[in-house]
């Protein structure tokens, strides 16, 4: 049982919830996701199953598109419903200025970054002064859709590693009062199917492919590079008749498999 499942995690369950059920279905596979979701939020979550977990990387790097609702003019601790909030009364303009392009972000205190081996969140929750790094995510599309007194909805098209949490807060006083992840990369929520599992090859289809065959696909499938023309690809799927091989990287006139399915 190797593949991806979409699940359309509804809110207040966890990312490790929504793990945890699918591995008692699937006993004796392994199982793991590509990116997790905030217990309050909802929407698209990549369950990986058997071999598929060995291609959470590469999942994990795909842009992801999100919708929110935020409630302004009022702040929260952890950005989200789940803080202390403070109600100010000072709501951005309408419509707000909203950033695209290369945006640079702190990550909130109430996340999963690890600093110093520790995830964030368990540092705040004790109570101490968390500094999380500033880092720079790209933001392709950022628009208000809608505006209702001290409420408005927004979609958001962004790199991985953004903070949804984050950008709304950085228009003046709001949080995320709802939150749903609509897709990530070709796959999308409207499409979850928690009995489908989506085999490796139509998982991967994202990556550009390389069609091996006899001693070239037994080479491959023994984690040694197999000659080919120069590629600007970061990486590429090799694959053979029986489907794929392993994902590679191109080094000079090779392609070096970094990612195995053969054994």
Do not use: N
Request: hydrophobic share 40%.
């Amino acid at each position: 049982m190797d593949g991806v499942l979409l699940v359309d995690k509804p809110a207040g369950k966890t990312s490790h919830d929504v793990v945890a059920a699918v591995r008692r279905e699937h006993r004796g596979s392994k199982v793991g996701h590509a990116g997790t979701l905030d217990p309050f939020a909802t929407g698209l979550l990549l369950v990986l199953v058997g071999r598929a977990t060995r291609i959470q990387r590469f999942l994990m790097a795909l842009p992801k598109s999100y919708e929110t609702v935020a409630q302004l003019g009022a702040l929260s601790t952890t950005g989200d419903p789940e803080g202390e909030i403070t109600v100010t009364g000072r709501v951005p303009a309408d419509p707000p200025d909203l950033p695209t392009g290369q945006v640079r972000q702190r990550p909130p205190a109430y996340s999963a970054i690890k600093i110093d081996g520790e995830r964030a969140y368990a540092r705040a929750r004790r109570g101490e002064d968390v500094e999380v790094p500033e880092r720079v995510v790209q933001v392709t599309r950022f628009e208000q859709t809608w505006r209702d007194g001290d409420r408005a909805g927004f979609v958001i098209d962004c790199s991985s590693g953004t903070y949804i949490r984050s950008l709304v807060a950085d228009l003046g006083d709001g949080y995320c009062l709802e939150l749903r992840r609509t897709a990530i990369g070709d796959f999308s929520v409207d499409d979850a199917d928690p009995s489908r599992l989506i085999p490796l090859a139509e998982a991967l289809a994202f990556l550009p492919r390389v069609e091996l065959a006899g001693e070239a696909a037994k080479v491959a499938g023994h984690g040694a590079a197999v000659p080919h023309e120069g590629s600007e690809d970061p990486y590429v799927l090799l694959t053979d008749a029986d489907g794929p091989i392993a994902i590679a990287e191109p080094r000079g006139d090779t392609l070096k498999p970094v990612v195995g399915f053969r054994a």
